[in-house]
């Protein structure tokens, strides 16, 4: 019970210090709002088809939304030292850690409804399996949400963290299948390809919306699954080796 | 309202592990710490007991921050062994973080929140429930002067106002020990003086306080006892009253005066075989003797080189002339060079 009023504790300041600002509630809004728009225009396709394009968007959403602030809830707080009452705090380092990503996680699914609620107002969503949706939707959250700690924790400047964090996200969006489907891709960039967590979780929010998907449901869960406790394991490491010196 | 805390933290931890026991509440044993080339403890131990407020004295880069982060567990030493309330925190360093609260040289509350807002916060930390950390904070507010400033947030506190809150944010959850690095430094005189006096009513209530400072006065009024440190070493750990026993027949006095201390050293010197000088400024001298002496002869001495005494006063026993003779640092150079380091940019 003390270790959740903790939880709820950091997972609130961080919510109101950082995640319910109107600049960053209004950059969650806009931006899917800016994504989706622009490859409408792009490809030229009507609206009613708006289907084929919504896992990408949600997709793109998730990852840009969860990845947004870790380096100011997480790096930047380890900079001033406010992030030592943290680990003064008489609680496990893993609880410690959830509750600083539970912010970005639940931040990333909202910015995910984004696009959806954009949707459900020009088609009536049909056909999507919305249990595959909202799983498919927090694991992408949750991966990437950790990969963006990974970055946080791995370097010690604000600013590194957020140009390491673009290096990743960027080539992600064209490496992940959203928009050229991994076996278009050259073979040399296919392993690259499928060691992203966004490839496996926008084929789940693909399989969701459209009934088709490159893998297996299964297997695409439980990879996602993986990779995420594998980039959450890495981090606690480094936390451990590089902030507990 | 007088400051209390519970015998210790466990009420508000998850895990605190045992009571703390009869024995020290700090134990520190041949601490070693190195980062890259530099050595920042050679050897550290000492103890604290229960109830006591323990001073760790020394100037910047003694060692005594690194001290305070691998007692409260923010940094791994590289050997030796650590105690705190009774828990071994060798293998586990977070393992008595129940029981501590930990007051940093600069303070690292949140900006953005209030005053009221951070000590809820770091109360919850140690899963304190929402009607007891709102009850505890604004007794602490109140307390600490702070209750009209509650609302508004950190990052427009003055420096003062910011310790202050610092120290409240430490004892939010009652610990049993606190430790405190350097919480006077950099601070207008009157926030000084209501630090110095809550610390004093902690002590009364039973709280265990690690205090680190370059004050030597601060040392010298609030601790029972001290250690000094010098580069990476506790060279001395006593009560002050055993420190300032072989200064008891100490018979010294400062002398300043106009003129050079370069022209009058070797005149006085030449004058008065029987006493012995130092030369402590450019214009100043400290004369001691194996007895009593007047001063009569060396004014004379004085004025038959062109100068003039300004100010002649007697040196007492105090824990400056202890610490200057240990470690041959001037306490004023050690001052001045800490709030050199605490003013704002």
């Known amino acids: 019970m003390k270790g959740l009023t903790a939880f709820l504790g950091i997972l609130g300041k961080d919510m109101r210090m950082y995640y319910l600002k109107p600049p960053n509630i209004s950059w969650g809004l806009i931006f899917p709002v800016a994504w989706a728009g622009m490859f409408l225009v792009r490809s030229g396709r009507a609206l009613e088809e708006v289907m084929s394009i919504l896992p990408g968007i949600v997709t793109v959403s998730i990852l840009f939304g969860t990845t947004s602030m870790l380096a100011v809830t997480v790096t930047f707080e380890k ?125 789940l929010l693909r399989r969701s919306v459209t009934g088709s998907g490159a893998f297996e449901t299964m297997a695409a869960l439980v990879i996602l699954a993986s990779m995420s406790l594998l980039l959450y394991a890495f981090s606690l490491r480094n936390i451990r080796r590089k902030w507990i010196t | ?139 602490l507010l109140g307390r600490f002067g702070l209750a009209e400033a509650a609302g508004r947030k950190f990052a427009g506190y003055s420096r003062g106002m910011k310790r202050k809150l610092t120290i409240a944010a430490g004892l939010i959850h009652q610990p049993g020990i606190l430790f405190l690095d350097e919480p006077t430094t950099g601070i207008d005189v009157g926030s000084a003086r209501e630090i110095r006096q809550l610390l004093t009513e902690l002590r009364g209530s039973g709280t265990t306080i690690l205090l680190t400072t370059h004050y030597i006065e601060e040392a010298e009024r609030l601790c029972d006892r001290i250690a000094f440190m010098l580069a990476g070493r506790i060279t001395k750990v006593d009560t002050l009253r055993n420190l300032l026993e072989p200064l008891q027949g100490l018979h010294a006095m400062d002398v300043s005066f106009s003129g050079g201390s370069d022209t009058i050293l070797p005149a006085v010197t030449r004058a008065l075989p029987e006493l012995a000088f130092t030369k402590t400024g450019s214009s100043s001298l400290r004369v ?58």
């Open chain 2, 288 to 345: 001691s003797a194996s007895g009593p002496f007047g001063i009569g002869a060396l004014v004379r001495a004085i004025e038959a080189e062109g100068g003039e005494v300004l100010e002649a006063r007697r040196v007492r026993p105090s824990l400056e002339e202890v610490f200057v003779r240990e470690t041959s640092i001037g306490p004023e150079a050690m001052k001045r060079e800490k709030e050199r380091q605490a003013r704002p940019s």
């Open chain 2, 1 to 139: 309202m007088p400051l209390t805390t519970s015998s210790s933290a466990a009420s508000a931890a998850d895990d605190p592990g045992p009571a703390a026991p009869a024995g020290p509440a700090v134990e520190a044993r041949d601490l070693r710490k190195s980062f890259g080339e530099v050595l920042a403890l050679a050897g550290v131990s000492f103890e604290i007991r229960q109830g006591e407020l323990f001073g760790l004295l020394g100037p910047n880069g003694a060692g005594k921050t690194t001290t305070i982060r691998i007692l409260t567990g923010l940094s791994r030493c590289d050997s030796g062994s650590v105690r705190v309330a009774g828990i071994d925190c060798s293998s586990n360093p977070r393992a008595a973080l129940g029981h501590i609260g930990v007051v940093p040289d600069e303070s690292n509350l949140y900006p953005e929140l209030t005053g009221f807002e951070n000590l809820c916060f770091c109360a919850s930390l140690y899963g304190v429930g929402r009607s007891e950390r709102r009850e505890r904070a604004n007794s």
């Open chain 1, 79 to 203: 900079k001033n030292a406010s992030f030592d009452r943290l680990l003064l705090a008489p609680l496990p380092l893993e609880i410690i850690m959830l509750a600083k990503t539970s912010g970005a996680i639940l931040f990333g699914v909202a910015n995910g409804l984004v696009p959806l609620l954009i949707a459900s107002i020009i088609t009536s969503l049909p056909g999507i399996s919305w249990g595959l949706l909202l799983a498919g939707s927090l694991l992408t959250a949750v991966s990437s949400t950790f990969l963006g700690l990974f970055v946080a924790v791995a370097v010690s400047e604000v600013f590194e963290a957020q140009t390491f964090s673009n290096f990743l996200r960027f080539p992600m969006i064209f490496l992940c299948g959203l928009f050229i489907p991994v076996s278009s891709l050259p073979v040399f960039l296919r392993p690259l390809s499928y060691i992203l967590p966004a490839t496996w979780g926008a084929d």
